[in-house]
């Protein structure tokens, strides 16, 4: 290792989502600018490494912007696929999408996720169905507690239909900054 390490912050250039922080030493930082890809140097693998090189899901380098001090860096980059070594867009998932994944990767028979994923699409679709009227009637005549315990069933019968259809919940929030401009 050449130096002190710094954060190395990576958003994506075109939604400004964050998607990882890593941490980089000189060397890591000079090969970032000089071949266009994110490099990092793995504190627990005493090496650098390029993001990507087993998964080929690299970060393609746009713009690295040192802080006010030059400890961290901000590196703006277009990813080719997933991020995090999960499978999500970002390192920064919301935490019931995370445990979904958990759930799914778990396997267990014992899991509602996973009896949901392996029901199939068209039972989930049925689910998200089942809960969006209740959320309707409740909003119409029942406690604020009943509501948001009806919405909070929608929400994780949504992501779970997400799952199962093999999209992240990050391409919603990019739908809704689309519409949004």
């Not at 998932?93 to 996720?113: A, C, D, M, N």
């Not at 406690?143 to 009806?150: H, L, N, Y």
Request: net charge negative; glycine share 6%; with cysteine.
């Amino acid at each position: 290792m050449s130096g002190q390490l710094r954060a190395a912050i990576v958003q994506d250039d075109a939604t400004g989502r964050v998607l990882m922080l890593g941490w980089m030493d000189e060397e890591a930082l000079a090969l970032t600018r000089s071949s266009g890809f994110v490099h990092f140097y793995s504190r627990s693998r005493q090496r650098l490494w390029k993001k990507g090189e087993s998964s080929g899901n690299t970060l393609r380098v746009v713009e690295v912007v040192p802080d006010c001090d030059d400890d961290a860096v901000l590196v703006r980059a277009n990813p080719d696929g997933p991020t995090c070594h999960d499978g999500s867009t970002s390192c920064f998932t919301p935490w019931l999408w995370r445990k979904i994944l958990q759930r799914e990767e778990s396997g267990s028979p014992s899991s509602y996720v996973v009896s949901l994923l392996e029901e199939g699409t068209a039972r989930i679709a049925r689910k998200v169905g089942e809960e969006a009227v209740e959320l309707a009637v409740a909003s119409l005549s029942e406690s604020d507690e009943r509501v948001i315990a009806e919405a909070a069933d929608l929400w994780f019968h949504t992501l779970v239909l997400l799952r199962s259809r093999g999209l992240d919940p990050a391409a919603i929030e990019d739908e809704l900054r689309r519409r949004d401009r």
